[in-house]
């Protein structure tokens, strides 16, 4: 059977990373894409037999490619340090390689657990990212976040049947974070794009409507508007960080400031 690796990305994922690597432990190999943390993500992982290599975040879709090209399996599982895999997905890959897959790249839905319940609203299940199953050398990742892929043969794109479950936040700060986080990263790709405080609210209202209305976000109760509201979150401050961009502020200066009894010496 063709040889399989695991490919996570992780910074400051010390709280989460065992648990994701012991999910795929039944694979050939774990290779850790770690960005230099701060904390004990890369101890960890090299304690659990992973191969921890250092790459600095540039982009999302430049780091999963490098991380990709340190794998030396045929195919390829692209973990996130909050994913894990279950007995079920193990199952069905190992029997889709000794079968013969038919194409060279697979979605893998998940299911995401969130304030003490499964989300099935918010688009969130079935919730699919890029393709997380693929053979090594048929897709590169594009964008700066959210990324998309190419595929190098054209070939279309499958779908495996079980899911990994994903724990995305332990708590409101990691919500927060990402909020933050991901908008400095998305504030890169409106560089062809008016920006104004209109255009940033409307954005964010149409992200808040689409997740709590279309997307059914609603039916999750509490879980479900903190969803919509880090996504309005989110996109508000991407807008922002932006107009910051290119209005770039000067700091304020100020002249020192003295007793006006004590004369200043020459």
């Given at each position: 059977?063709?040889?399989?690796?695991?490919?996570?990305?992780?910074?400051?994922?010390?709280?989460?990373?065992?648990d994701?690597?012991a999910?795929?432990?039944?694979?050939?190999?774990?290779?850790?894409?770690?960005?230099?943390?701060?904390?004990?993500?890369?101890?960890?992982?090299?304690?659990?037999?992973?191969r921890?290599?250092?790459?600095?975040?540039?982009?999302?879709?430049?780091?999963?490619?490098r991380?990709?090209d340190?794998?030396?399996?045929?195919?390829?599982?692209?973990?996130?340090?909050?994913?894990?895999?279950?007995?079920?997905?193990?199952?069905?890959?190992?029997?889709?390689?000794?079968?013969?897959?038919?194409?060279?790249?697979y979605?893998?839905?998940?299911?995401?657990?969130?304030?003490?319940?499964?989300?099935?609203?918010?688009?969130?299940?079935?919730?699919?990212?890029?393709?997380?199953?693929?053979?090594?050398?048929?897709?590169?990742?594009?964008?700066?976040?959210?990324?998309?892929?190419?595929?190098?043969?054209?070939?279309?794109?499958?779908?495996?049947?079980?899911a990994?479950?994903?724990?995305?936040f332990?708590?409101?700060?990691?919500?927060?974070?990402?909020?933050n986080?991901?908008?400095?990263?998305?504030?890169?790709?409106?560089?062809?794009?008016?920006?104004?405080?209109w255009?940033?609210?409307?954005?964010?209202?149409?992200?808040?409507?689409?997740?709590?209305?279309?997307k059914?976000?609603?039916?999750?109760?509490?879980?479900?508007?903190?969803?919509?509201?880090?996504?309005?979150?989110?996109?508000?401050?991407?807008y922002?960080?932006?107009?910051?961009?290119?209005?770039?502020?000067?700091?304020?200066?100020?002249?020192?400031?003295?007793?006006?009894?004590?004369?200043?010496?020459?």
């Amino acid at each position: 059977m063709a040889k399989i690796s695991t490919s996570i990305i992780a910074f400051n994922q010390a709280d989460k990373i065992e648990d994701a690597i012991a999910s795929v432990l039944w694979t050939d190999e774990v290779v850790l894409a770690d960005s230099n943390s701060i904390d004990a993500t890369a101890e960890i992982a090299e304690r659990m037999g992973a191969r921890v290599v250092q790459i600095p975040i540039t982009t999302f879709s430049e780091l999963r490619n490098r991380a990709a090209d340190a794998c030396s399996g045929e195919w390829i599982i692209s973990l996130d340090s909050d994913e894990r895999c279950t007995p079920e997905l193990r199952d069905e890959i190992l029997a889709l390689l000794a079968s013969g897959p038919k194409y060279d790249a697979y979605y893998i839905p998940r299911r995401n657990y969130f304030m003490g319940r499964w989300i099935k609203g918010s688009g969130w299940y079935p919730n699919y990212r890029q393709p997380q199953f693929y053979r090594k050398g048929t897709m590169r990742y594009t964008r700066i976040i959210h990324e998309a892929v190419e595929m190098q043969n054209g070939q279309p794109i499958g779908k495996l049947e079980n899911a990994f479950v994903q724990f995305p936040f332990r708590n409101f700060e990691e919500v927060l974070a990402k909020a933050n986080r991901y908008s400095t990263f998305g504030a890169r790709m409106l560089s062809h794009k008016r920006v104004s405080l209109w255009s940033a609210l409307g954005h964010a209202m149409w992200a808040f409507i689409k997740h709590y209305i279309f997307k059914l976000g609603f039916r999750d109760g509490w879980a479900g508007f903190v969803i919509a509201l880090g996504n309005f979150e989110g996109t508000f401050y991407r807008y922002a960080k932006r107009y910051e961009q290119i209005q770039a502020w000067p700091p304020l200066k100020t002249e020192p400031l003295r007793r006006p009894d004590r004369p200043t010496t020459e």
